[in-house]
């Protein structure tokens, strides 16, 4: 058990939906990374938040978001949700603003039908 | 456009046999990570090698960075069936806080 924990653990919606999936990070760990792992695009970098400020961003679609609020859990919001949106969310975090050492959560299954 | 290359993709291995996995990147980075997924599960970091030359060993994996080759390896040693999982590479490139994922191998030992 990484201590990051990720609600739901599964999802399914249809297309055209909005979804938000959440993520708590490690006590006392300050940053939020966001992946997104599908079979046919791997494991992608989405998204950075630092102690409640975005901090680096990859390839996230202008359809997700995030967020990260004064008590450091994040959300993660995609919207419009198409086929190809159906994948494993993880978030990770670590304890400063630089990526040394991430812990990952258990992840949260998206299926959009 | 930054490419993190594994090889190989899948890998099948008899118990007690040695074999390596290589990790080659194509940004300048002094920082790698080795991570572990097990079917339907989320990723276990093995290794983070921070410099040039770093090498560290845990049982039967031992992990090697060469930052100019822009390689890093994955050696396991008598392997045993507890080892089959997938393995990732990452990288963080020294220009930005980005973790770019290799494509992952898949490694399977059998009895």
């Known amino acids: 058990d990484s201590g990051v924990t990720q609600t739901p653990k599964h999802l399914i919606t249809a297309t055209g939906q909005r979804v938000t999936l959440r993520c708590s990070p490690r006590s006392g760990d300050l940053s939020v990374y966001w992946y997104q792992q599908s079979l046919d695009q791997g494991l992608q970098f989405l998204i950075q938040y630092y102690n409640g400020e975005e901090r680096a961003k990859g390839n996230i679609l202008e359809r997700f978001s995030a967020q990260q609020f004064p008590d450091l859990h994040s959300e993660l919001n995609l919207s419009s949700l198409e086929l190809g949106d159906s994948a494993l969310y993880f978030c990770?975090?670590?304890?400063?603003?630089?990526?040394?050492?991430?812990?990952f959560g258990p992840g949260t299954r998206l299926t959009v039908t | 456009e930054l490419k993190v290359e594994q090889n190989p993709l899948f890998l099948s291995m008899q118990e007690g046999k040695n074999y390596t996995i290589y990790c080659n990147y194509s940004?300048?980075?002094?920082?790698l990570y080795w991570y572990r997924q097990d079917p339907g599960k989320s990723l276990e970091s093995l290794f983070v090698l921070l410099s040039n030359g770093a090498v560290k060993q845990e049982g039967r994996l031992m992990a090697s960075l060469d930052t100019k080759a822009r390689l890093s390896t994955l050696h396991i040693t008598a392997a045993v069936h507890d080892l089959s999982a997938t393995y990732f590479c990452?990288?963080?490139?020294?220009?930005?806080?980005?973790?770019?994922f290799g494509t992952g191998t898949s490694l399977t030992v059998i009895p």
């Open positions: 940004t300048t980075s002094d920082r």
């Open positions: 990452a990288v963080d490139p020294n220009s930005g806080n980005q973790f770019y």
């Open positions: 990770a975090s670590s304890p400063g603003d630089t990526s040394y050492e991430q812990y």
